[in-house]
């Protein structure tokens, strides 16, 4: 679960970056920003929407490639546990 919203978020932030750049450049084209101003706004764009929310991603990512593996040794010591209480019997 950690992983595919992890991925989720990364492509969101991808997605809210492409946004916001466009958004910056049209402007700039339209002539309703000076070079400064769309430089601010790309830059304030990816610093606050943009770098928290891959930043989150990719800690949701790691985190439940983490998770996958401690439930796989759980999975694998329960089956021996069962193992040796049936040998037990």
């Known amino acids: 679960m950690g992983r595919t919203l992890g991925l989720i978020l990364i492509a ?3 997605i809210v970056g492409i946004i916001v750049t466009v ?12 070079a400064g101003g769309m430089a601010l706004g790309i830059t304030l764009g990816l610093l ?3 770098l928290p929310q891959l930043g989150f991603g990719a800690f949701l990512f790691w985190k439940g ?3 996958t ?3 796989a040794r759980a999975q694998q010591q329960r ?9 037990g019997q």
């Not at 089956?79 to 040998?87: A, G, I, N, S």
Request: no cysteine; charged share 20%; net charge positive.
């Open 12 to 14: 969101g932030g991808i």
């Open 23 to 34: 958004l910056m450049v049209t402007y700039r084209g339209e002539g309703r920003l000076s």
């Open 48 to 50: 606050v929407l943009v």
């Open 65 to 67: 490639g983490q998770d």
């Open 69 to 71: 593996a401690v439930a």
């Open 79 to 87: 089956q021996m546990l069962d193992m040796v209480k049936t040998r």
